[in-house]
């Protein structure tokens, strides 16, 4: 029983087998992996390496627990840097299938091959191959029926295999990869890649332009990678890949900082897509905490955090973040809802609205439909969506504004008692610095109750129980990034989008040119504040192109 269940937490499905084989592969300096699947690898899974391979006289124990020839001694465990280290994949999967173990060291004159079926070793004879390790899985849950129906159809195992094999390809750009589903080859990435030209590859052509370089480093923490520009940013979190040592993990503070850092350049729920790479000493983060290895613990979190957003917000800075004509442009909801009418008229009758009238005239710009501009430029045409453009204007106002009277307080008028869980009252009692920094005043009167008697003079209307459950749930996630709340900023891009002109209204020439200088000059001009994009770049390399004067390859941005 103990058996089975120690088992069944590292083998679940297909891709688990795929996972700790490709690994293994990975783990034994292999330069080129082949994965062949049958049914998604329901029926079989071979997965073929060329590294190092196993000695004769240790096939048989490979496949015993706890037998791994990646740790030595009980202090290699605080510096792993290999994938494996427990010694249980190659048992577990012997537990719960049929596995054929094919190996050959370089110094050997041929291989040997291992037919293991429950644990039980059925066969050991020579046999003739190539140096490397061939590893054959059949007959999966044949006796356990009860994983066995609990698989997903053919496809939906084949997507987590594809899935996982493309997060591998990525953290390791220099090892070729093969996948194959029913003979068919589904993906062949060729070793000696750099990560850049394996992004490419993995996320297709219109990532070489999307995709932003980025590095930094601190403490003991060094960031490399790239990230999306808006223009690549999508509904789907699936490009999104995270490598700590060589090792693709998922940690979601991580994930959060990340957009965060893009702030109003994309709605709230299109992702950023990144591979970013972080190398650290193997002592200061846990892989140990999960029996797959997919999560992980760090040490010195929040300055990795700080470090990774600074770079994020460094690198979107000093780029041309401007939308072009490569790659599709998701489309977005605009959503006016959850804004704040008192917070709302409080900013807009404190700032002086930017207003698009009353200019001087240049070179005539074109408008179309009453909705978007057309100009000339030095190097080909900006195409101007004249709603979002005026709207990122004034939201960069607002902003202003906002930031300005930010740290002002007030007394609220009638006290407002806020009742929370035993769990979030502890959080709140442990982060009142943070709170009074902001300007609250709060007691804490019984255990779980909390009487508010000053809060920043922005949130003096705002339904403060619920204020702060979301701001708990942020400082659960160690995603506590000193910046506008989400209500807040909801609220900003409401006023900014009810001042705005609206698409429909007829502009004078001068009227446009205005407009158009005015949002060249705007910080967050890519975008209006729901991430739309703000304007389209055309160059003069685009426009030939698009007029088949000049062939694709020859573009280069
Ligand atoms: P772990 O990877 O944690 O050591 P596994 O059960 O996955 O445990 O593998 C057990 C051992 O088998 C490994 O330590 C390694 O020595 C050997 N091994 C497994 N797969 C390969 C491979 N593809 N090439 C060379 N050696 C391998
Ligand atoms: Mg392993």
Redesign the pocket.
Known sequence: MIERIAAGQVVERPVSIVK??V???L??G?QNISIRLEDGGKTKIV?T?D????QES?LEK??EQH????IQQLADLQKIT???????????ITKVAKVILQ?RRKESTSGRACIVKNGLVLENVPVGMQT??I?TITELFETYPARKKFLKSNQVEFQYVLEIVNQLSLAHATVGFQLFNNDKLILDYLPNETLQTRITTVFGKAAKNLFLPLSAEGGDYKIRGFIGSPQAATTIALQQILIVNKRPVSFLPITKTIKHAFGTLLPKNIHPPFVIEIETDPELFDINIHPRKEKIAFSEQQLLVDILHHAVTTTLKNANLSFSFYGDVEHYELHDSGMDDIAALFLKSNTKEWNVKNYFEDEPILQVKKLYLIAQTKDGLLLVDQHAAHERILYDQFSETYEQVHGEVVVLPKPVEIELSVYESEVVKNTMDFFEQLGFVIKNTKPTTFIIQKVPIILQNRNLQKYFVEIIADIVAETKIPELDDQTHRTIAYVACRSAIKAGEVLTQPERKNLIEKLLTTKGRYTCPHGRPAYIVLNMTDLAQLFHRIPASQKEK
């Open positions: 700790e084989l690994e293994n592969s783990d034994a292999a997965v390496d590294g190092c391979g196993i240790d490979v496949i037998t791994t020839s990646k290999s994938f494996g280290f427990r010694g249980e994949a190659l048992w577990s190996s490397g390790t590893i």
